[in-house]
């Protein structure tokens, strides 16, 4: 509403809500707050778990920070800014979620103060961009360099992802488990490692323990064998990727077709049979002895298709058939008649299984040796997609890893001596913004306060315990051992984790507070009533 001439005039629609200056920005700050205490919790290898019931009355239990927030419905578009910086990290770099969240939220928490203290958002902002400048520029001086094949210290940034999780207990298994993959289908392109994790398959039975969780150096087919007269067990396998129905089938017109004695029925019977059989006989004169159907297998082709020993899987998802052609060379064809020997796949071996209740084809020793799958176990289903996630961080830190092959200290020991830098560093800036830089400086304490108070330790004792260690340049490494409650080694305890996961979270926390905090006017319309009215 605006005034001209003492007369008010009408400038939103009426029932539009908005919220200026400090009444907008509390607004907006206490919102992403309370995003970040919701996972506060989480954080770390003593962390609780979230039990999330949706409106079907599902339930998911986890401490994955994307996974809550993905999955709590949030309403305040502040809040809604903050899940958002869960996506990004978790597509970035696949870890450090939580850290990133909680981050944010401390940024906003303390700018606040200094709001109070009259300080200008502007000058928090300009301080926040400077101190993330630095950050980048320390945590790079701080990292060290490993190499792409050393395997001990990939399991140990595998286990270190791993230690939050809910199933922490199988880490090391599945560590092995991770590195193996990863180290298989990652490929030299010139100076850089390219890793694409589509290429691996990861597929959830239940049944049997997490312990029984394996890698199949091959592919994985949710299947079975569509004829109990086809063999089960089949080596040196020639596989055909076919698109089309083997089926005999129907024109796309309308059509009549008049029949005036019984032997015209037999004839048009024998005719669609001999269909069949010329397609089988095609797929056996190429040398084809598997057959990968995206689409149907009528009875009669499936037993043409079992007397010549021909095994056969109907209905393969397409994303399946893309995977079969990456890890067999083969190609997909619609007409059967149109494919050549060249144009099949191979594999030294395809074998029907039993896992849990289900029969599945698992097809290995395949002509692409960086196809892999990860058969996941476990004896509940709320565990088994636990395990998954679990599995999805330890994949995504591990490929960070080697394309960016520097590691840090875990356990707060990074966040403690940034932090120190990071005040050193104000001093030299003088002014409004040095209080911005040394209150994102304080920011930053609160993961390692996190992981202290989730293990039921004083934070405050273990931070000035952990403050006076990283006084002295040999100190730089010590963080916090969560079973002891006392200042240790990081890398001596094998805490360690990629520079690209604590840098990314560093940027998304703080792209998200600046934003929030440059907010000063919040106009939201008037929500449409039911039924449009």
Partial sequence: MAQLSGVPVLILKEGTDRKRGKDAQKNNISAAKAVSESVKTTLGPKGMDKMIVDSLGDVTITNDGKTILDTIDVEHPAAKMIVEVAKTQDEKVGDGTTTSVILAGELLNLAQELMEQQVHPTIIFRGYRKALVKSKEILQKLANQISIDD????????????????????????????????????????????????????????????????????????????????????????IALINSALEVEKTEFDAEIKIQTPDQINKFLAEETNMLNKRVIKLKEIGANVVFCQKGIDDKAQNFLAKENIVAVRRVKKSDMEKLARATNAKILNNIFEITSEDLGYAGKVEEKKIGNDNMIFISECASPKTVSILIRAGIEHVVDEAERMIHDALSVVKATIEVPYILPGGGATEIELAKRLKTYARTIGGREQLAIEVYANALEIIPKTLAENAG????????????????????????????????????????EPLAVLTQAILSATEVATMILKIDDVIAASRLSKGGE
Avoid: C, Y
């Fill in 151 to 238: 395997i001990d210290s990939l399991k140990k940034v595998a286990e270190t992802s791993m230690n939050s999780k809910l199933i922490s207990s199988a880490k090391s298994h599945f560590a092995n488990i991770v590195v193996k993959s990863v180290s298989q289908i990652k490929e030299k392109r010139g100076m850089n490692v390219f890793i694409d994790l589509d290429q691996l398959q990861i597929i959830k039975k239940e049944g049997k323990s997490l312990l029984d969780t394996e890698i199949i150096n091959g592919m994985i087919v949710d299947k079975e064998i569509i004829n109990p007269m086809m063999p089960k067990l089949l080596k040196n396998a020639k």
């Fill in 457 to 496: 330790f004083n934070p405050i004792d273990l931070i000035v315990e952990l403050r006076s260690k990283h006084e002295f340049e040999e100190g730089s490494s010590f963080g916090i051992n969560i079973d002891l409650g006392k200042p240790d080694d990081m890398i001596k305890l094998g805490v360690i």
